[in-house]
């Protein structure tokens, strides 16, 4: 799954792991000659909160506060001082992606987008982004099936933080996922039942955000834990109709963390951090018509933390608004329950629609539990053979932990129209919304505000070639 603390060389060179995919790959006699699929693109984005602040929760001055002005020196205050700030940002990207036969043994691809967000006003946030995915996987001449074995090595810039809008360019930082996955799929048990069972190693690094400058404000810099991920997963489907399925799916994961950080009030020790997760669920999918399809699933997940968890001292508002410092004692295990349903509905060839609501548990960008609880509306249409409209709307709420029961929401909405201006070239335009509260009546200097509005319009053109000889 996911896992996380960077190596020695890694910090030094995030994207050697990589390079190393694709350096080997080369190093190998491949049957045919790679053929390239490339787009190159810009985007103009419109954001008018890029720190994603409240204006209404700073009600007093830092001097109030008790800060003196020597403390205050160096800290970007435009970044917490409750004043939104709006920016104009150009994105530049250019994508690749291919691959290539290994001889008779192996089939190496890849998938890469590499870009640059340039801010107008706020230069020092300028950055670069990486989202690239290279696998190297066994040919069927190696390993026959129903076994197989891949690595794949991921790099990926947007956030993590389950606070953070997923849109917020100031809030970008970059993670890599190095995995190698190896077991047995669809093994037939016996008419119209089959198994998987597959083991996974993962390695996950927190790598930061990659601006272009030195920026002096570290004490705002987004921060993140690196961690191993042993899963061993297995399921099993029987097909009851050509129409119904049911299934069991079941996992164990041991999370081992190397580097714990992040921008919470409280510290966290990296063992404290470690745990094992089991997971079941049922599950089944039923195609309804040609056009309505239903899926669902509803399952524990255990969670059962390597040591004892260390108490800690977390802030809390008081009755007349003042922060209080209160010891907090986290459970060493806990049971919860997880589920999923989502309808797929395509009533025409040119229209779709997918409505969901799911409740799971993941891990937060600096290592942490996160429970969250999502309904998602998105819908699609093609308005004759060039434009095409797409929408969708999200309500999600989340907390740090195992449980739900005093948690964080966000509304989030969006809307694009894509225009075909060729069979190559494509024009987009839209617009996405979000709105998160908190519940929190309070503002702390050393946390980012966690209640913010934001709207962002954006108009982007790329074009796309094909075939291309590398």
């Given at each position: 799954m996911n896992t996380g603390q960077k190596l020695s060389i890694y910090r030094k060179y995030p994207l050697f792991t990589s390079a190393l995919l694709g350096v080997f790959g080369l190093l190998l006699p491949s049957q045919s000659s790679a053929q390239e699929a490339i787009t190159v693109g810009v985007q103009e984005i419109y954001e008018d909160n890029i720190f994603l602040e409240d204006d209404s929760r700073r009600v007093q001055s830092f001097e109030d506060?008790?800060?003196?002005?020597?403390?205050?020196?160096?800290?970007?205050?435009?970044?917490?001082?409750?004043?939104?700030?709006?920016?104009?940002?150009?994105?530049?990207?250019?994508?690749?992606?291919?691959?290539?036969?290994?001889?008779?043994?192996?089939?190496?691809?890849?998938?890469?987008?590499?870009?640059?967000?340039?801010?107008?006003?706020?230069?020092?946030?300028?950055?670069?982004?990486?989202?690239?995915?290279?696998?190297?996987?066994?040919?069927?001449?190696?390993?026959?099936?129903?076994f197989f074995a891949d690595i794949t090595s991921v790099l990926n810039s947007g956030s993590e933080n389950i606070a953070v809008s997923q849109d917020s360019v100031a809030r970008t930082s970059t993670t890599h996922n190095a995995v190698f996955s190896t077991g047995a799929a669809d093994v037939e048990l016996a008419q119209a039942t089959e198994l998987d069972a597959v083991y996974t190693l993962t390695r996950h690094d927190f790598v930061g955000e990659l601006t272009f400058t030195d920026s002096d404000d570290d004490f705002f810099d987004e921060e993140g834990s690196d961690y191993f991920s042993n899963m061993i997963s297995g399921s099993v489907d029987h097909y009851l109709t050509q129409e119904l399925a049911v299934g069991v799916d079941t996992s164990v994961e041991y999370l081992s963390f190397t580097?714990?950080?992040?921008?919470?009030?409280?510290?966290?020790?990296?063992?404290?951090?470690?745990?094992?997760?089991?997971?079941?669920?049922?599950?089944?999918?039923?195609?309804?018509?040609?056009?309505?399809?239903?899926?669902?699933?509803?399952?524990?997940?255990?969670?059962?933390?390597?040591?004892?968890?260390?108490?800690?001292?977390?802030?809390?508002?008081?009755?007349?608004?003042?922060e209080i410092e209160v010891e907090v004692t986290p459970d060493d295990d806990d049971t919860n329950f997880i589920f999923e349903a989502i309808l797929n509905y395509a009533p025409t060839p040119d229209g779709a629609i997918t409505a969901g609501i799911n409740q799971i548990q993941g891990v937060d960008v600096d290592g942490q539990r996160i429970m969250t609880r999502t309904v998602s509306l998105n819908g699609s249409h093609r308005l004759g053979e060039r434009f095409e409209a797409i929408v969708g709307g999200q309500f999600i709420q989340y907390e740090n932990g195992g449980d739900l029961n005093d948690p964080n929401e966000r509304w989030e909405a969006s809307a694009s129209l894509r225009y075909s201006l060729t069979e190559t070239v494509v024009l987009a335009a839209g617009w996405s919304f979000a709105n998160q509260n908190a519940d929190r009546d309070f503002e702390n200097l050393l946390n980012r505000s966690e209640n913010y509005r934001t709207n962002r319009a954006f108009i982007t053109i790329n074009a796309g070639f094909v075939g291309v000889p590398l």
């Open positions: 506060l008790g800060f003196t002005q020597e403390q205050l020196e160096g800290i970007p205050l435009e970044k917490i001082d409750g004043d939104k700030d709006d920016d104009l940002i150009t994105y530049l990207f250019l994508q690749l992606s291919g691959g290539t036969d290994l001889g008779n043994w192996a089939k190496l691809s890849h998938d890469g987008k590499v870009g640059a967000f340039i801010f107008s006003d706020h230069s020092d946030e300028s950055r670069a982004s990486l989202d690239t995915t290279v696998r190297l996987e066994a040919s069927k001449d190696l390993i026959p099936e129903p580097k714990a950080e992040s921008t919470n009030l409280y510290e966290t020790e990296k063992d404290d951090l470690d745990r094992l997760v089991y997971t079941a669920e049922l599950e089944s999918e039923y195609r309804v018509t040609e056009t309505l399809s239903v899926s669902g699933r509803a399952g524990v997940v255990y969670t059962k933390f390597t040591n004892d968890p260390m108490p800690r001292f977390a802030l809390i508002p008081g009755e007349g608004g003042e």
